[in-house]
């Protein structure tokens, strides 16, 4: 075990953990911002899908010792303009069918719009493609993130 420090949603927590633990069970049962799920745990399906300094990344696949310099967010912190109004967009458009992976569709979709505001339906697609849906609510999430970037979803 070993004290490692986070910054997590402009905190900072101080866990003694395995550094080696992946980042996700340290949000999900050290800190206890379950927000972030737990699905493949091999990096495929992208519901664990956190910001490491503004990028988007599998969360199941980072040591936690990796992510120590790194500014964290997760879909508990997202709340620049443009998660906020991709998480309104979510709701205005009903986009979730049972919701279990949204919180890494709309990681991955904050990250897609801050680097690209303007994004192509194949720009959308590309970004999202490594992001698992079950119900296939692909339609939708990519009409939510077209929303967005048209200033609609207010």
């Known amino acids: 075990m070993e004290r490692i420090t986070l910054s997590i ?3 900072t927590y101080t866990v003694d953990v395995d550094p080696n633990s992946p980042l996700l069970w340290v949000l999900r049962d050290q800190l206890g911002l379950t927000g972030t799920k737990y699905s493949c745990g091999i990096g495929q399906c992208g519901a664990c899908t956190v910001h490491v300094d503004g990028n ?3 969360s199941c696949l980072i040591p936690v010792e990796d992510a120590a310099d790194s500014e964290i967010t997760t879909i508990e912190g997202l709340d620049s303009p443009i998660g906020q109004a991709l998480q309104r967009a979510w709701v205005d458009l009903n ?3 049972c919701g279990y992976c949204q919180p890494g569709q709309i990681m991955a979709g904050a990250a897609l719009l801050e680097e690209n505001p303007t994004p192509t339906d194949d720009d959308i697609d590309e970004a999202m493609q ?7 609510t692909y339609q939708r999430i990519r009409a939510a993130i077209h929303a967005v970037a048209e200033g609609a979803e207010a």
């Open 95 to 97: 986009v979730p069918q």
């Open 9 to 11: 949603n402009r905190q």
């Open 56 to 58: 988007a990344q599998r």
């Open 130 to 136: 490594h992001n698992l849906c079950r119900c296939g």
